[in-house]
C-alpha cells in the first residue's frame, strides 16, 4: 500500500516536474491512478504531504508547482529515497538529543556532587579556623603563662 502510494508520488512529481505552468494536481491523479473508493481523501493526503514538505507549492485553489526541492527529490531519486533520508536524518537527531539528555543528566549529577562536596569543604574550613583559632589562643595563654 505504502510502496503502490509512492510509486503515485513519484509519477506526480515526475508530470510536475516537465510541466512549466501551475497544473490541477487532483485531476492529473484521478486520471492517471483512478477514482477507487476514498479516492479523494488519498489524493488530499498526498497533496497536503508534498506542501508540508514543500516539495509542491499551491499556486491557485486547486493548481500547484513543483519546489526546488521537489526537482531534487524526483532528479536524483525518488521519493521512497527522500522518505528513507528524511528518516536517517531524524534518528540522528535523535540519537544526538538522547546524548545530550544523557550529558545534561550527568552534569546534573555531577553539579549535585560538587554541592555536597562544597558544603563539606566549607565545614571543614569552618572547623580548621576554629581549631586555628584555639591553637592561637592556647599558644598566647602558654607564651603568658611562660613569662610568669
Known sequence: MIMERNKKINRLLEYLNKQEISVSLFKFLMDTFGKEEGFRQEYR???DELESH???ERTSQDKHLITNKGKNIIENSDYDEY???LKEEF???EKQRNIEITLAESNLEANRRNNILSKKNTAYTIINIIVGVLNIILLVLQALRFER
Open 91 to 93: 534518528e540522528t537527531i
Open 54 to 56: 514543500n516539495i509542491i
Open 45 to 47: 493526503l498526498i497533496i
Open 83 to 85: 522518505l528513507k533520508i
